[in-house]
């Protein structure tokens, strides 16, 4: 049986940050690993609570939650985001 990979939110556990369900492994950490250069390999040799398929469950879970904010603009031009 194949195990179902859930993101929970508690206010137990890390101050109510969405963590992988059943670590304390906040989601937040998985694409900031990622971007700064991890393999989702790496990833889950420095995490071993970290259940296989977690990786591409958080990056869903941040992907949706980005898709659902509403973006009101501030000013009439828009202005570009500068990643520094």
């Known amino acids: 049986m194949k195990r179902t990979i859930t993101i929970s939110?508690?206010?137990h556990?890390?101050?109510g940050k969405p963590v992988i369900a059943g670590t304390r492994v906040m989601v937040w950490q998985i694409p900031e690993l990622l971007e700064s250069g991890?393999?989702?390999g790496e990833v889950y040799s420095a995490y071993?609570?970290?259940p296989?398929?977690?990786v591409e469950v958080a990056l869903h879970y941040a992907a949706e939650r980005v898709k659902s904010i509403?973006?009101?603009p501030?000013?009439?031009q828009p202005q570009p985001y500068v990643f520094a």
């Open 9 to 11: 939110i508690d206010p």
């Open 52 to 54: 296989k398929g977690a």
């Open 13 to 15: 556990i890390c101050h």
């Open 74 to 76: 501030f000013s009439p």
């Open 48 to 50: 071993p609570t970290v």
């Open 38 to 40: 991890s393999t989702a």
């Open 70 to 72: 509403e973006y009101v």
